[in-house]
């Protein structure tokens, strides 16, 4: 078996380009179904999550390729299949993404359910209501969605998305794929405002969409008779930007991560500010300085964006660990993402969790110990507190790590971290 092993008490000192971000080009490559011809993709993450997408995007009968570092070239000439195998829907949930482009481009689509997570029940009802609202003949028969569009195209609708914790950033996503292709406008009420769904409709626009609204809780689309493939640079991704910031803190160092609208980090770096640590932001880039800093508690709550992003909870929690009082994190988003603090406590954490709030009394030092990553944000947070830690940690779960952290060993051993893969 694979392991990271992480030894502990190395203040990080340095700087980090971060990576194109994952959720961003995940959406961008599913909407490159909606594209004709050539699509050239800059700043794509090199991650098994993409690779796995584009796996998918292959069965549907484009074409993928890598033709430089970071640079995938897809090309549509016109999808063959619309039905996605379950295997892959299996290994990654962000598949169903497919559904709305595959959709509204080829008339149907036929997609396997994706299955319950280790972070909570993650339905997909707003993404149907999204196509049934866009005119789609919606049915579910063996654990599969099958939809169709009538007469072969979406009609454009108004339609509300929400759940019970909040605007919804597939759903939404979903809705504005489907919709730049629909016949008339489309309005999206309570549409999720997070950064990746501004840089999905950037693509689209700059490909022919008629997308306003971005960024906004109202997006209006007129629809459009096709898109063009366009060259298209990725984001930068704001959750590894937040994991590496997180890790300079809590080993009370001094890291820069560039290539980072410091903007999509929302509320973290106000909350690094009021723990005690210095920041300073500069064009693109954001650092974090919390060299001989004793930091404070502070609480935390999860929300859509603006708010505190759910994806940055277990490293901020991690942080929280060994700062100084009694920290509040309450998750808003996501039901059960607070499994991984069951291995933080082996590494000496005190932490007790009552319903959606997590109660963290922050300890002197963390230990290193064996600790199991249960999903891709674990494993980031397990590696946070690893380098704090005394002693080895090693952190079993890489496939994990692998779907959402580019090249994690290289750019940690950059900042002076002691960290290898190693078999076991
Ligand atoms: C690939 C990708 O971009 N993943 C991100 C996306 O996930 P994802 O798009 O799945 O997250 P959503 O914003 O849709 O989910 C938010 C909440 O709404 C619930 N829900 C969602 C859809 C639905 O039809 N019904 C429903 O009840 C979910 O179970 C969850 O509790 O946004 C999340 C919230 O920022 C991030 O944590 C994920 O990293
Ligand atoms: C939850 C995440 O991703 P996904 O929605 O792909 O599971 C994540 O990136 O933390």
């Known amino acids: 078996m694979e392991l990271l092993r992480v030894k502990g008490g190395q203040p990080l000192h340095g700087e980090?380009?971060?990576?194109?971000?994952?959720?961003?080009?995940?959406?961008?490559?599913?909407?490159?179904?909606?594209?004709?011809?050539?699509?050239?993709?800059?700043?794509?993450?090199?991650?098994?999550?993409?690779?796995?997408l584009m796996q998918i995007l292959e069965e549907t009968g484009l074409k993928c390729e890598w033709i430089a570092r970071n640079t995938l070239r897809i090309q549509n000439d016109g999808i063959t299949n619309s039905e996605v195998s379950e295997d892959l829907v299996r290994k990654m949930r962000a598949s169903f993404s497919v559904l709305g482009p595959l959709l509204a481009k080829s008339g149907k689509a036929m997609i396997p359910l994706p299955g319950g997570c280790v972070i909570g029940a993650r339905p997909v009802d707003q993404h149907l209501k999204a196509m049934r609202a866009l005119g789609a003949n919606?049915?579910?028969?063996?654990?599969?969605?099958?939809?169709?569009?009538?007469?072969?195209?979406?009609?454009?609708?108004?339609?509300?998305?929400?759940?019970?914790?909040?605007?919804?950033?597939?759903?939404?996503?979903?809705?504005i794929s489907a919709a730049a292709l629909a016949e008339g406008t489309t309005m999206i009420y309570n549409a999720a405002r997070e950064p990746e769904i501004v840089d999905l409709v950037m693509f689209l626009n700059k490909a022919g969409a008629r997308i306003r609204g971005v960024g906004t809780d109202i997006i209006t689309i007129e629809g459009v008779e096709s898109l063009k493939g366009v060259r298209y640079s990725v984001m930068g991704d704001r959750i590894e930007s937040g994991t590496y910031l997180c890790a300079g803190a809590i080993t009370r160092g001094k890291?820069?991560?560039?290539?980072?609208?410091?903007?999509?980090?929302?509320?973290?770096?106000?909350l690094l500010f009021d723990m005690g640590c210095g920041i300073t932001m500069e064009g693109d880039s954001i650092t974090v300085d919390a060299t001989n800093r004793e930091l404070r508690a502070t609480n935390v709550i999860t929300f859509a964006y603006p708010g505190f992003a759910t994806d940055l909870q277990p490293a901020m929690l991690t942080l929280l660990t060994t700062a100084k009082g009694i920290s509040y994190v309450k998750e808003t988003v996501f039901d059960a993402r607070f499994g991984f603090t069951q291995e933080l406590t082996r590494m000496g954490a005190d932490i007790k969790i009552s319903g959606d709030t997590a109660i963290i009394n922050g300890v002197e030092s963390l230990t290193g110990a064996r600790v199991l990553a249960s999903d891709l944000r674990a494993a980031g947070a397990l590696i946070v507190a690893g380098l704090a830690a005394n002693g080895s940690t090693n952190i079993e779960g890489l496939q994990y790590l692998d779907r959402g952290y580019e090249n994690p060993v290289e750019k940690f051993k950059s900042l002076g971290a002691e960290i290898e893969r190693v078999q076991s």
């Open 138 to 175: 919606v049915t579910m028969t063996d654990g599969a969605v099958t939809a169709e569009a009538e007469n072969g195209r979406l009609k454009g609708s108004a339609m509300f998305l929400g759940t019970r914790y909040g605007a919804t950033v597939g759903g939404t996503n979903a809705a």
């Open 255 to 270: 890291v820069t991560v560039s290539n980072i609208a410091p903007q999509t980090l929302a509320g973290l770096p106000s």
């Open 16 to 52: 980090i380009q971060a990576s194109g971000s994952k959720n961003s080009v995940l959406a961008i490559m599913c909407a490159v179904l909606l594209c004709d011809g050539e699509t050239i993709l800059e700043n794509v993450p090199e991650l098994s999550d993409v690779n796995t």
